[in-house]
């Protein structure tokens, strides 16, 4: 069952170049550390203050492996530790969802 880490950012709008370039970071750390890299979606038009990054692993088992790589990852670390420094984030959702299969 592949299962898909869904996270929803609130930004701070006036910080959304910071914002992206920590996204940009996770697109060759998530990798590195296990995960697939579905994206990251910036604002373009309209709300100014959301952005989404989706990250899919095989299992739950999977997910948990990649966890525990990245919090040992320095680039993982700085990128966190970043985050919080510069306070771009101001609030982070994640739901984990799952794929519907067709019926067989």
């Not at 069952?1 to 170049?17: E, G, N």
């Not at 940009?24 to 910036?42: F, K, N, S």
């Not at 609030?91 to 519907?100: C, G, I, N, T």
């Amino acid at each position: 069952m592949t299962v898909a880490v869904f996270i929803r950012y609130q930004l701070d709008p006036f910080k959304r170049p910071a914002f992206e370039r920590y996204a940009r970071r996770w697109l060759t750390i998530i990798p590195a550390c296990g995960g697939q890299d579905v994206g990251y979606w910036m604002p373009h038009e309209g709300t100014n203050d959301i952005a989404f990054g989706v990250i899919s692993f095989a299992s739950l088992a999977d997910y948990e492996a990649y966890r525990a790589r990245l919090v040992s990852d320095p680039a993982g670390r700085e990128n966190f530790t970043e985050a919080e420094r510069e306070r771009f984030i101001l609030r982070e959702q994640r739901m984990f969802l799952r794929r519907v299969a067709p019926e067989s």
